[in-house]
């Protein structure tokens, strides 16, 4: 961050790299939760699989805003952010149960990628940062689209044993992201 608190070419390349591991982390997780998807949930394995899917292309438009500088070069290398990242990432996607993950991913996951594109938003500047302004609404756009489809998909249901499991599965994975500082802790710092 510069004084003035705008982002220098080094934070810009920091975001994008942080914002591309996290979409593409995001993206393999969800296939592979949909792959293990039971077969009475067809619906929630559509969902993990077209979500996905719209996290890999936000992954690869990521990709492309990448400050190109050889100055840079330790910034631009599409790295986790730390160990502890892929750790608590890599606890997460060990959770068992597709509606347990579909709440997951809809609550903490794309919960946490939301709020660190908003966060960006208030930091970034129109007039130099138009494309990542750019890429992010566009990820903003499908991760709200995304999570409001998967609230849909919980149905009018209201078990509160479900409720009590679900709760519980969400509060695990936010204390095992929160141990790392978040799904993109270094945005959180900006």
């Known amino acids: 961050m510069s004084p003035d608190r705008t982002l220098t070419a080094a934070a810009t390349a920091t975001v994008v790299s942080d914002l591309h ?22 619906e929630i394995a559509s969902w993990l699989s077209s979500t996905g899917r719209h996290l890999g292309e936000q992954a690869q438009s ?17 790295a986790s952010p730390s160990p502890q990242a892929e750790e608590a990432l890599g606890a997460v996607r060990s959770i068992r149960g597709s509606v347990v993950r579909l709440a997951i991913a809809q609550r903490v996951l ?52 479900v409720a009590q499991q679900l709760d519980r599965a969400v509060m695990e994975a936010e204390n095992h992201l929160a141990s790392a500082g978040g799904l993109v802790p270094r945005i959180a710092l900006c």
Do not use: Y
């Open 110 to 161: 794309l919960a946490q990628l939301s709020t660190a594109c908003e966060s960006l938003q208030q930091l970034a500047t129109p007039h130099a940062d138009a494309p990542l302004l750019r890429a992010i609404g566009f990820l903003l756009l499908d991760l709200g689209n995304d999570r409001e489809r998967a609230e849909r998909l919980f149905g009018s249901s209201h078990d509160p044993e």
């Open 21 to 42: 591991w996290a979409s593409t982390s995001l993206f393999q997780l969800f296939v592979f939760w949909a792959s293990e998807v039971e077969p009475d949930h067809g």
């Open 62 to 78: 990521l990709k492309g805003m990448m400050p190109d500088s050889v100055l840079l070069a330790d910034l631009t290398d599409f």
